[in-house]
């Protein structure tokens, strides 16, 4: 895609930038002509995204902060040393750090329960309380906050409880930030991807990554870019009428009833059949 300049003059802020979507959002941003700030709780995968951003255009200056967005103290040093460096707020923020503690509910220890709603949802809160109440602050009256959610806090995941409730927590949070917020001028979307080629998924089983492309209709797996255009497009003034959203990039992730539906024609057609395939 040709570079271009949405972003010229904007400062931005993007938790866990040091890998996958976040890191794939800083390459794009940076490459729109923003300054961006690469915050993540690895501060050698934060320098390296950081040794990768363009400068292409004037006046762009990019920075490293390790962060754990699960902690006040630590989110809120985060936004005094962006304050301190620019002399003002960031006006585009996104919440991209995110982990993974997968078990059947059965099994589910309360810290693995815990420590997910911690990092995703309470790092959420966090990061767009702090950038919002700093933007006030400072009369900015423009801003974008985004949040990352996943499908499946839409449609479910087996072996994901806390993950999805997280997720669904994070659009909830967002919906919410949108209607308290737009009287400042600050804008809250959410994107929801679906399975996205990422270290996080490079621990999915390949037998489980199959079964879930043959479910979506394009076919394959996303990249981190795709939803990082989708991230550029609600930072800029291109979305400047949309709040309050969440955008599913999935490759038409089908719903609960879809799946099930599929399953039903997929078993009728079987019917009959001496395939052992088709008698699970
Ligand atoms: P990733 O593991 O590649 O990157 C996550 C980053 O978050 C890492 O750099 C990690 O160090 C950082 N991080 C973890 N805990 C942190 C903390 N406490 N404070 C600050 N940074 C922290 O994963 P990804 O696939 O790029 O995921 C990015 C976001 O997208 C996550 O919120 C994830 O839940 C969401 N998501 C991913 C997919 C997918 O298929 N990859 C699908 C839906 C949603």
């Known amino acids: 895609m040709a570079a271009s300049s949405r972003l010229i003059a ?16 800083c390459q794009r941003f940076a490459s729109e002509g923003a300054s961006v700030v690469v915050a993540d709780v690895s501060e050698e995968s934060a ?21 754990d967005v699960s902690s006040r103290d630590s989110v809120e040093k985060l936004l005094t040393r962006i304050q301190c460096q620019y002399y003002q707020p960031p006006s585009i923020c996104v ?9 059947f509910l059965l099994k589910m220890e309360e810290n693995d329960f815990d420590r997910v709603i911690q990092v995703n949802l309470k790092g959420t809160f966090l990061l767009t309380q702090a950038v919002s109440k700093a933007l006030v602050a400072s009369g900015i009256s423009k801003g974008s906050i985004i949040t990352v959610g996943s499908i499946v806090g839409k449609v479910g995941n087996i072996g994901q409880t806390n993950y999805c409730a ?41 037998k489980v990554i199959s079964k879930i492309t043959s479910l979506v209709p394009m076919g394959r797996m996303g990249e981190p870019a795709e939803v990082a255009d989708v991230c550029t497009f609600l930072a800029s003034d291109e979305s400047r009428y949309i709040t309050g959203v969440s955008i ?21 057609r079987c019917k009959g059949s001496t395939n052992t395939e088709c008698t699970a």
């Open 10 to 25: 904007r400062l931005a802020v993007v938790s866990g930038g040091g890998s996958g979507i976040g890191r794939a959002v």
């Open 248 to 268: 599913e990039v999935t490759g038409k992730f089908p719903s609960m009833s879809e799946t099930r539906a599929m399953q039903m024609s997929d078993h009728s």
């Open 47 to 67: 320098n390296r995204t950081l040794g990768s951003l363009s400068h292409d255009h004037r006046g762009q200056e990019h920075m490293a902060v390790a962060v």
């Open 95 to 103: 919440s991209a750090a995110g982990i993974t503690q997968d078990e």
């Open 166 to 206: 997280s997720k669904a927590g994070v659009e909830g949070l967002t919906r919410t930030a949108a209607k308290e917020l737009s009287g400042f001028g600050i804008r809250c979307n959410c994107v929801l991807p679906g399975f996205i080629t990422t270290p996080m998924t490079d621990k999915v089983p390949e």
